[in-house]
T-cell receptor, first 113, second 111 residues
């Protein structure tokens, strides 16, 4: 596998469920991101991890909990979500300190019933 | 807070014509301006970028121009083809990790 891979690609969950989104980057990058993509809105940055330390947390509700066990993996744990949380969740990575270009995964389409 | 305005939100052009998408940013510290193309159900992919020390960059049918004084940057696609149909996003980066994205432009190239 190359680039940034995300699983699952599609997820339907009830408001009381607990689920996790997974992201893996094969680019040797030192930073990983979670973005939320909703219709007709700009991409919203949720979290950034650099070398496994969280460096950005953009006032995201606590029902979203990130985890970065190593520089290649990033998780987003989901708990008691709301219907308005339905969106495409994009993972990205970059190599900060050089070009810094963002490489995105294919996204996880989340539907909260 | 910082923002990036992108226009138009939708754009339809005839095949072979040119398309221009414009963005305006607010943070004068922004120094890197990428453009992403996102096809339906696919990931956003970087198609071209420009840094603040350059005024124009071209890659085949795609070009980007930057006016730092006016805080404007634009994407130009010439000789459009049906496969250019997608949503295009601009972004401005100011500082490590800090990308601010535009709201996207849906481009339709009519055959």
């Amino acid at each position: 596998e190359t680039g940034v891979t995300q699983t699952p690609r599609h997820l339907v969950m009830g408001m009381t469920n607990k689920k996790s989104l997974k992201c893996e980057q094969h680019l040797g990058h030192n930073a990983m991101y979670w973005y939320k993509q909703s219709a007709k809105k700009p991409l919203e940055l949720m979290f950034v991890y650099s070398l496994e330390e969280r460096v950005e947390n953009n006032s995201v509700p606590s029902r979203f909990s990130p985890e970065c066990p190593n520089s290649s993996h990033l998780f987003l744990h989901l708990h008691t979500l709301q219907p308005e949380d339905s969106a495409l969740y994009l993972c990205a990575s970059s190599q900060e300190g050089s070009a810094g270009e963002l490489f995105f995964g294919e996204g996880s389409r989340l539907t909260v019933l | 807070g910082e923002n990036v305005e992108q226009h138009p939100s939708t754009l339809s052009v005839q095949e072979g014509d040119s398309a221009v998408i414009k963005c305006t940013y607010s943070d004068s510290a922004s120094n890197y301006f990428p453009w992403y193309k996102q096809e339906l159900g696919k990931r956003p992919q970087l198609i071209i970028d420009i840094r603040s020390n350059v005024g124009e960059k071209k890659d085949q049918r795609i070009a980007v121009t930057l006016n730092k004084t006016a805080k404007h940057f634009s994407l130009h696609i010439t000789e459009t083809q049906p496969e250019d149909s997608a949503v295009y996003f601009c972004a401005a980066k100011s500082g490590t990790y800090k990308y601010i994205f535009g709201t996207g432009t849906r481009l339709k190239v009519l055959a």
